[in-house]
């Protein structure tokens, strides 16, 4: 079982539609990355949280430190959204990374 | 401010090959990661450093692969030699408070 899981691995989606991304961890964190991979892309950072939620544009990022739970959403998606989506639990000086959720939204 | 600098971005050679790749993280950013990313899956540690110093290298394929940071700056990692199953992209990333910055990769593939 993997310290970081990610739900879906695959979502598919229409423009427009409100999207949510899933992650799991099972170790003790001290911050939550959503991290963003376009194909043949570097990788971008969405958001670090370690508490509550955080907003910037159309995207969300949301975390229940209790629960060991985050949710990355997608206000009014577009077709420009279509990447991986990593979520990564920075955990004693190193980040261990989910295995990803890959995004397409069709026009 | 420039983001972390990796090169080259693509890089084909023949199996049993050296290989370089290069990193220039963000200036004033003391820790520095080199990270290996399989097709589909999430980046994987090989080493990272604090200033000059390998401080976790425990996932460093150590018959193979080496890597130096000199005066804790630019960090180069090296294979040699390298195999089929080392196709993949390394990443370089360097960090401030916490937060990662990732360099564009270097996608190797292995003939």
């Known amino acids: 079982k993997n310290e970081v899981e990610q739900s879906p691995q695959n979502l598919t989606a229409q423009e427009g539609e409100f999207i949510t991304i899933n992650c799991s961890y099972s170790?003790?964190?001290?911050?939550l990355h959503w991290l963003q991979q376009h194909p043949g892309g570097g990788i971008v950072s969405l958001f670090m949280?370690?508490?509550g939620k955080k907003k910037h544009g159309r995207l969300i990022a949301t975390i229940n430190i209790q629960e060991k739970h985050s949710s990355l959403h997608i206000t009014a998606s577009h077709p420009r959204d279509s990447a991986v989506y990593i979520c990564?639990?920075?955990?004693?000086?190193?980040?261990?990374f989910g295995t990803g959720t890959r995004l397409q939204v069709f026009p | 401010e420039a983001g972390v600098v990796q090169s080259p971005r693509y890089k084909i050679i023949e199996k049993k090959q050296p290989v370089a790749f290069w990193c220039n993280p963000i200036?004033?950013?003391?820790?520095l990661y080199w990270y290996r990313q399989n097709l589909g899956q999430g980046p994987e540690l090989l080493i990272r450093?604090?200033?000059?110093?390998?401080?976790?290298d425990s996932q460093l394929p150590k018959d193979r692969f080496s890597a130096e940071r000199l005066k804790g700056v630019d960090s180069t990692l090296k294979i040699q030699p390298a195999e089929l199953g080392d196709s993949a992209v390394y990443l370089c990333?360097?960090?401030?408070?916490?937060?990662?910055?990732f360099g564009p990769g270097t996608r190797l593939t292995v003939l």
């Open positions: 990564a639990a920075y955990n004693t000086d190193k980040l261990i």
């Open positions: 170790v003790g964190i001290s911050a």
């Open positions: 949280l370690s508490s």
């Open positions: 200036s004033g950013h003391n820790t």
């Open positions: 450093y604090e200033n000059e110093e390998a401080v976790d």
């Open positions: 990333a360097s960090q401030s408070y916490n937060e990662q910055f």
